[in-house]
């Protein structure tokens, strides 16, 4: 399906979207140290805060020799990675430092710095300007391999505490080591419910295949630890009291994902980092009930799945299926059951009968995604794991009593047959 | 609370400065010094022609000629030209749908600039023009208030002149803040040199205006200049931010909205509208703004922006 004018978010668009967002909640998005302090009150994990300078007074008391190594200067509330310093190491004995450039500091560096960050130099917003020491997050081992320099973050745009797109911005050499787009960083787009990396761009436009560095494939890089990624920026959306907003991650090799900073006005070239536009997705969520981050999650994964084409069973041919395939269902203690479905494209998501869904054991408030509007009337949406051949995976069908009458008790819509020929002899 | 008091301090002490000499002038005398000076800082060319040797003929005609074509001139031909157009047309029948001109005409009678008030009535024109052109056309510049302000400001020096000395501000503030980053000094005491080495090359140019017989240069203000030093300041602010040729781009997108305001400002038909028809002016300015903020399709810069979404695989 291509993609309309009217699936993608502009600036004029996202304004509806920034202005659900209350006034207390802005304020997270121009305070990092605000916005720790709210983390750490709900145990949300962020990056340990070492030290917050009020005042050049504070240049007195500090001695740097004793900060823990490795750790990063920046000021409280500054924006697109302006003054941020990452010292990496520090040289035995003697109070020099070394940055992510390789550069040299020593101590009249680092006041000198904390001096301008207290000016203003850096700051966008505010009169109040702070500085702040935190401890440095490493590279966790899967990305370290993929970026130059610095660490690689996540950026997860959530909205009504769904998660709604996501993409990995990686450092080059071009960029200093820094996770930032206009300075040369990599976009890579992230499907929603695998993790997996789908596309790559580079300056904010040009699609690349593979890394200008490492020349490693830009697609099918797994994120690690995806499902804790999306429900911490979904956690942190929520108890900063954000309907709309980006959330940054980075992914402790140890502590896994991190919250860096929430942004109250997440840029808009994650979409074409993605290929894929963020309108349509926000339109589909809006509305929806959601329990909790879990909830939201799930929901995700549901809706926004990328299609993929295993390129690893393609030397196999594309399987072929009868319009009256048997599939296998898994049952809520994941024991699969054989049952008759019939193919009907006119769908485009897949149907179950309620009786089924029953005894399944999926029909409960546990597995209910959310609720459509049918024939029936409004009708549940739940979370069913599928095997058709030998190809299984998680899909969200809807709940239907019509499938009670009838000898089959799937109904097989367009977006579950993808990638496979519909014809006679199987 | 200490931080309270010693803010008092400081405005206490300006106080005093203030109050001091007028407390001093009781002689009418006095404070009439005080009103020329205060006319003269306004009209930097005046001082000149009074105190220095006088230039020649030639020069100071030209210099009248430039003040007659500036509408941001309080004594140039703009301004008798538009009170003259107001006396060729006068209002026939007073009611209340024209009080706003009434009250124009009864002001510029007693002497205020009518050339004032039309770039008064103007000015949210520009802007909303600006803010219509950042919403639907998508051209960024560096905010709204730097082009609206920026557009008045090479009405005034030309815009040749203006573009030419901006130029020069940030070639010379470019190496400068390349330099001044090796002293290692703090932020506030660094700006200060960086807008030290700006002034001064500032007054280089106008060292040289005479020189190659630059008269528009000779008659500049200094809001103009001061203006002109903003708009280089956003220029580096926005070089340390993004990569060059982003920043690049956004100036010339600034200066080129700021060019097409200060035609609008210059278009003599318009001005003419502003002083006859003020009503009708600010109920569309506040309109085309209401529209233009309900717009929320995509800009016309997304379409080719998100281009690639749009194509078919």
């Known amino acids: ?426 | 609370m200490k931080k309270f008091l010693l803010s008092l301090a400081v405005f206490l002490i300006a106080g005093l400065f203030i109050i001091q000499p007028s407390q001093a002038q009781t002689s009418p005398l006095l404070t009439e010094n005080i009103e020329i000076g205060t006319e003269a800082t306004d009209s930097g060319e005046a001082t000149p022609e009074g105190t220095l040797a006088s230039p020649s003929a030639e020069t100071i005609q030209k210099i009248q000629e430039q003040k007659d074509q500036d509408i941001t001139q309080a004594e140039g031909e703009q301004k008798s030209k538009l009170v003259r157009y107001l006396e060729e047309n006068p209002l026939e029948n007073k009611n209340f749908t024209n009080l706003l001109q009434q009250s124009i005409r009864n002001a510029v009678e007693e002497g205020v600039p009518p050339n004032v008030i039309v770039l008064v009535l103007l000015f949210p024109l520009i802007a909303s023009f600006i803010a219509a052109s950042r919403h639907i056309i998508g051209l960024r510049g560096f905010g709204i208030y730097i082009p609206a302000v920026l557009s008045i400001a090479l009405v005034s020096t030309g815009i040749i002149e203006g573009i030419a000395m901006f130029l020069v501000i940030v070639l010379v503030a470019l190496p400068a803040k390349k330099i001044l980053t090796r002293f290692k000094l703090p932020y506030l005491p660094r700006t200060a040199i960086l807008l030290w080495f700006v002034s001064l090359a500032i007054l280089g140019m106008l060292l040289l205006a005479p020189l190659i017989n630059m008269v528009t240069l000779m008659t500049v203000n200094i809001f103009s200049i001061m203006i002109l030093v903003l708009l280089a300041e956003n220029f580096l602010d926005a070089q340390a931010r993004t990569k060059p040729l982003n920043a690049i781009a956004l100036t010339i997108e600034t200066i080129g909205l700021a060019l097409l305001s200060s035609f609008l400002l210059q278009w003599e038909n318009l001005q003419k509208f502003a002083l006859l028809q003020p009503e009708l002016l600010i109920v569309f300015t506040f309109s085309i703004n209401f529209i233009v903020g309900k717009f929320v399709g995509l800009r016309f810069a997304e379409y080719f922006r998100f281009r690639s979404l749009m194509e078919e695989e």
């Open chain 1, 1 to 426: 399906m291509s993609i309309k004018p009217s699936h993608i978010l502009g600036h004029n668009g996202r304004y509806r979207y920034t202005a659900l967002n209350s006034r207390e909640s802005k304020k997270f998005g121009f305070s990092k140290l605000r916005t720790k302090e709210l983390l750490k009150q709900y145990n949300i994990p962020t990056a340990e805060l070492y030290h917050v300078f009020d005042s050049p007074d504070d240049l007195e008391i500090i001695n740097w020799t004793n900060v823990p190594m490795p750790f990063v200067l920046k000021p409280a509330s500054g924006s697109a990675g302006k003054g941020i310093w990452v010292i990496e190491k520090k040289i035995e004995d003697r109070a020099i430092w070394i940055d992510s450039q390789g550069k040299r500091i020593n101590e009249d560096d680092l006041n000198l710095h904390v001096h301008n960050i207290l000016d203003g130099e850096f700051s966008t917003w505010g009169s109040n300007h702070k500085a702040l020491i935190e401890e440095m997050i490493p590279s966790h081992s899967k990305l370290a391999k993929l970026s130059y320099g610095g660490t690689p973050d996540i950026r997860v745009i959530v909205f009504n505490s769904v998660p709604v797109m996501a993409m990995a911005r990686i450092p080059t050499k071009k960029s200093g080591g820094k996770a930032n787009l206009d300075q040369g960083a990599i976009a890579v787009g992230i499907d929603m419910s695998t993790g997996i990396t789908t596309h790559g761009i580079y300056g904010k436009k040009k699609t690349i295949e593979t890394f200008p560095d490492s020349k490693r494939k830009v697609r099918g890089i797994m994120i690690p630890e995806w499902t804790k990624v999306l429900e911490t920026a979904v956690k942190a959306a929520n108890v900063a009291g954000y309907k709309y907003m980006g959330a940054d991650l980075f992914i402790h090799p140890e502590k896994g994902p991190m919250i860096v900073e929430l942004n109250g006005y997440p840029g808009l070239s994650i979409q074409i980092a993605n290929d894929a536009g963020l309108k349509k997705r926000l339109e589909r969520v809006e509305g929806l009930e959601v329990r909790n981050a879990q909830h939201g999650v799930k929901i995700a994964r549901a809706l926004f799945a990328e299609v993929f084409i295993d390129e690893s069973k393609i030397g196999e041919g594309t399987p072929i299926i009868s319009y009256r395939p048997s599939v296998q269902v898994y049952d809520d203690k994941r024991k699969p059951h054989t049952i008759d479905a019939l193919i009907n494209t006119s769908r485009y998501r897949s149907a179950i009968s309620q009786e089924l869904a029953e005894e399944l054991g999926h029909y409960d408030i546990e597995d209910l995604l959310w609720r459509q509007q049918e024939i029936e009337g409004k009708v549940p949406v739940i979370e069913i794991e599928l095997k058709i051949k030998n190809h299984r995976f998680k899909t969200a069908m809807v709940v239907i009593k019509r499938l009670n009458r009838t000898l089959h008790k799937i109904e097989l819509g367009r977006r579950d047959v993808q990638g496979f020929l519909v014809g006679d002899n199987e």
